[in-house]
């Protein structure tokens, strides 16, 4: 069984648990994926299983691409990615669904968070700034930029610039709901990225290597 399954954000909504209490949930059409490749350390140099998302057309995969698709039974498909691990038991042209979830599981979730585009440093690292009273010119600056006897700014330093757009890993989050006649998955709490972004659900015990 895979650890995990890859998936786009749809947004988020609301559902009313047992005891009427309203429970913000993110909705993800999550699979099916189909595994494409199955890595070993005897013949990759580590263990890994590499999965496809995402049917697309043929005209839009290349000549190697293609045969790699074909080797493993696969149609033509727009993402692929890895789960590494040694005890992942899977075929490749096995296709994985959503339910290998099941409501009230612990998952993360990674995704690309939305980029900010430019930001200062009080935005972007949360910077105290200066006085915002008589006599002070510089509320939001960052000053001093380091030392001046290296004559060089270190790596490392902050500063302005572009925010978001990063991988980002949200642990803690719970399974709510699992359609697996709509592949969709509802997990509480919010889920980094924008509407239609690519995200990978990973169960909460799984370590990658």
Not at 22 to 43: L, N, R, S, W, Y
Not at 70 to 79: D, I, T
Not at 102 to 109: D, N
Not at 124 to 134: A, D, K, M
């Amino acid at each position: 069984m895979l650890p995990g399954i890859l998936g786009r954000k749809i947004g988020m909504t609301h559902l009313f648990n047992e005891q009427g209490k309203m429970v913000p949930v993110t909705v993800i059409e999550a699979g099916p994926v189909v595994v494409t490749q199955v890595k070993t350390e005897e013949t990759d140099g580590y263990a890994a299983v590499q999965v496809g998302y995402e049917e697309q057309k043929v005209r839009k995969v290349t000549f190697p691409m293609a045969g790699h698709l074909k080797k493993a039974g696969a149609g033509p498909l727009k993402v692929l990615r890895e789960f590494r691990s040694k005890d992942i038991a899977v075929e490749p042209g096995q296709t994985v669904g959503v339910d290998i979830f099941e409501a009230g599981e612990k998952v993360r979730v990674e995704g690309i968070s939305k980029g900010k585009g430019f930001a200062g440093v009080m935005k972007r690292h949360h910077f105290h700034g200066q006085h915002s009273s008589h006599g002070y010119m510089t509320h939001r600056r960052p000053l001093s930029n380091g030392a001046t006897g290296p004559a060089r700014v270190f790596k490392g330093k902050k500063g302005p610039g572009h925010m978001g757009h990063e991988q980002v890993t949200q642990g803690g989050l719970k399974v709510v709901q699992v359609d697996a006649e709509r592949n969709l998955l509802l997990v509480s709490g919010s889920v980094p990225g924008p509407n239609g972004c690519l995200v990978k659900v990973l169960k909460a015990g799984y370590k990658n290597g």
